[in-house]
């Protein structure tokens, strides 16, 4: 039987915020840990107190994906998990980003992590066993005003994760999993300047959560694979009941404005006061 920490794992955007305690968790776990990142000094900062085993990865580039999966594969003696944890926010209506921006969002949320996707699952299904967790987010279950093209790049990654699961199965693959943990808003670098934004409100409606937490859940995954988990679970029922009732979401969009703006008052409080 192959223990639930058996391989590598590997953790892209892995130089801070949550990337960062995803991978101290799960090396509190037992797993051997490759932190990947766009910036390789800053990700090996990180990795030197956790096996000092890191190296640069920006998931846009399908090879250099494909070539990392091999590396971890080859010198741990299997690849046991990839995390796709490498994302990029970005606020504001969906017509006030220019071309470019909105490339840039969907080739790093959505398409690197397919392509970290398929570089573990070339891997995993030679194999026969493995799991891929893909960090997606609430947004990938509803529409956040402010948020749209981040939203989108979310939605696309949660279809095609739980695709290529069924897929999976459909080929005989019964030991190799992808899940997706999708979070409400984690206090990390990614919403520190986000405070005065009135494109981020929707990231302040629920629970702001500590990258820690999501990390401990994170590693509890690792160890039990479902196709989806909600952090908290009770964000979930809420945001799935407006994803069902679009005309209700809608017309809720001013309340989100006026909880969002109190989240953000609320948070910066505790800033402040820490």
Known sequence: MIS?????AVVTGAAGGLGRAIAAALHADGWQVLLTDVDPAAVAAVAKPLGGWSCALDVRDEIACAEVAAEAAARAGALGLWVNNAGILVTGPSWGHDAATRRRVLDVNALGAMNGTLAALDV????????????VSLAGLVAAPGETVYAASKHALLAFSLGTLADLRMAGHRAVRVSCLCPDGIWTPMLHDRLDDPGAVASFTGSMLTPERVAARVARLARRPRPVVILPRWRGAQVRLLDAAPRLALGLTPLVRVVGRAGQRRQR??????
């Open 269 to 274: 409080r505790r800033t402040d006061a820490g």
């Open 124 to 135: 995993m299904r030679d194999q026969g066993h493995g799991h891929v967790l893909n960090v």
């Open 4 to 8: 639930p920490a058996s391989g590598a």
